[in-house]
């Protein structure tokens, strides 16, 4: 069992940047592969970018690529989203989740999940 929270989202102006936070419990989160995912009003849930166990692999959706960053700590149970070049199409609320071993893009795939948190970007 894995328990996921994110934190760092917020407000912001089209051009700036936020950092995403997601700290997970337990002693194994070396062994999930872990991912972001977004979500906006009225759309399904989309894949943002994932990160593989040892933090060696990632990979991005062609929407954020050269524009945000993903990265984890094993030794803090972190993963992180640094999102630069916010644009208004990225509002969304943001997800992070866990799957053991393998890293995916579906978001069916995904064992666990946060609770999400806001991000909101002005023109």
């Known amino acids: 069992q894995v328990q996921l929270v994110e934190s760092g989202g917020g407000l912001v102006q089209a051009g700036g940047s936020l950092r995403l936070s997601c700290a997970a419990s337990g002693r194994t989160f070396s062994s999930y592969a872990m991912g972001w995912f977004r979500q906006a009003p009225g759309k399904e849930r989309e894949f943002v970018a994932y990160?593989?166990?040892?933090?060696?692999?990632?990979y991005y959706a062609d929407s954020v690529k050269g524009r945000f960053t993903i990265s984890r700590d094993n030794g803090k149970n972190t993963v992180y989203l640094q999102m630069n070049s916010l644009k208004p199409e990225d509002t969304a609320v943001y997800y992070c989740?866990?799957?053991?071993?393998?890293?995916?893009?579906?978001?069916?795939?995904?064992?666990?999940w946060g609770q999400g948190t806001q991000v909101t970007v002005s023109s």
């Open positions: 990160i593989t166990r040892n933090g060696g692999t990632t």
């Open positions: 989740a866990a799957r053991p071993v393998v890293a995916a893009t579906s978001p069916a795939e995904y064992y666990y």
